[in-house]
């Protein structure tokens, strides 16, 4: 009889374990192992490096199951190359990808037509912000980019993208224009060249900070404050061509509406060639990672402010703003996005970015 009761009093503690065991939380349901996540974005202190970093530290603090880092790098052409030829980046990594590299990436073209292969699959998460680019004169005779004809222009050096930006804003205006330039390599020099009268045009770039609203870099606020500055605007017909000559983002158009700068700054609507960066992923992360990424930094974007302003254009109207044509926008993007009724695409961007 003792050996009975000993034994049932035994079984009875085995099932009191069993059940004490199963009633632990998460034991039955884990919660999602840690995946970490690197922002790669451009060089320290920029504001892509800041928006990258603010992303990761919201999804350090909220995301129960996805941590961040902030990694910075030399921009989008080595982005997209040392995270589409590594394995283990590719499935980790979300990085600053500006539009015009993304189509030649996809494309293989240079500075991708080496392991072309290796990049070509490159998707789109999220916009990111814009850039509105044109050229500054203190020559109010010269208006629109046809005056730049046979005129001294300064930019960055050849090889660059801000080259490419360049000639590809001005080609709009036609071959007898573009191939009349007189080019100078001088970067924001050019700024100072253009007071000294070695130069006639500069390249500018204006950050856009919410839908419409731009300011300007501190090199070109300089500028403004020494002399009076004139932007230098396209036709609707000068990016349409620019569009058609080298492709459908170098058609892309940001405007800068009178008064968007101040008073009497621009002293007319201008259209510019509009740089988009988005953060550009590989398929090789999981889609889960990706609507994770989106769905965190989307419920704290109001903090993402505080990071940086120009987080101030991160928001459900302006996600989808890129110019990438839906099939090429990651499935954890696509299914974050059509679950929420938000916007995303080529058309989409046409729509919110128009050429005229």
């Not at 982005?79 to 990808?97: A, D, E, Q, W, Y």
């Not at 960055?156 to 205006?173: E, H, V, Y």
């Not at 928001?315 to 009724?341: I, L, M, R, S, T």
Request: charge should be positive; charged fraction near 20%; include cysteine.
């Amino acid at each position: 009889m003792k050996k009975f009761a000993l034994a049932a009093l035994a079984v009875g503690c085995v099932l009191a374990l069993s059940t004490a065991w199963l009633a632990v939380p998460g034991s039955s349901q884990a919660a999602p192992k840690l995946y970490r996540v690197e922002a790669r974005t451009t060089t320290f202190g920029g504001s892509s490096y800041i928006l990258g970093f603010g992303m990761c530290d919201l999804l350090n603090k909220h995301s129960e199951w996805v941590r961040g880092s902030v990694l910075e790098s030399s921009g989008t052409p080595e982005n997209i190359k040392l995270v589409g030829m590594s394995p283990g980046k590719r499935s980790r990594t979300f990085f600053t990808c500006s539009a015009e590299m993304f189509d030649k990436a996809k494309k293989g073209e240079a500075p991708f037509n080496q392991d072309a292969d290796k990049f070509k699959d490159l998707m789109i998460m999220a916009y990111q912000q814009s850039l509105a680019v044109c050229l500054v004169t203190l020559d109010p005779n010269i208006k629109t980019l046809a005056d730049l004809k046979g005129k001294r222009v300064a930019t960055w050096p050849k090889g660059t993208t801000k080259f490419d930006m360049t000639q590809k804003l001005i080609g709009g205006a036609g071959k007898e224009v573009l191939d009349s330039i007189k080019w100078q390599f001088t970067a924001y020099a050019g700024y100072n060249d253009m007071i000294l009268g070695k130069t006639d045009a500069a390249l500018a770039f204006c950050p856009e900070r919410g839908n419409g609203v731009y300011t300007t870099v501190p090199k070109l606020k300089e500028l403004l404050s020494k002399r009076k500055v004139y932007f230098v605007t396209a036709t609707p017909a000068m990016r349409k061509a620019s569009g058609k000559l080298y492709g459908d983002v170098y058609g892309a158009t940001a405007t800068l509406k009178k008064g968007v700068l101040g008073d009497g700054l621009p002293r007319q609507n201008v259209l510019c060639f509009n740089i988009v960066l988005g953060w550009a992923v590989y398929p090789d992360m999981p889609a889960d990672v990706v609507y994770e990424i989106l769905k965190v930094t989307t419920a704290h974007a109001k903090d993402l402010v505080t990071y940086h302003a120009a987080a101030k254009g991160w928001g459900p109207n302006n996600f989808g703003a890129y110019p990438a044509p839906q099939k090429d926008w990651h499935p954890g993007a696509v299914k974050f996005y059509n679950e929420n009724k938000i916007p995303f695409g080529l058309k989409y961007f046409e729509k919110l970015y128009p050429s005229e």
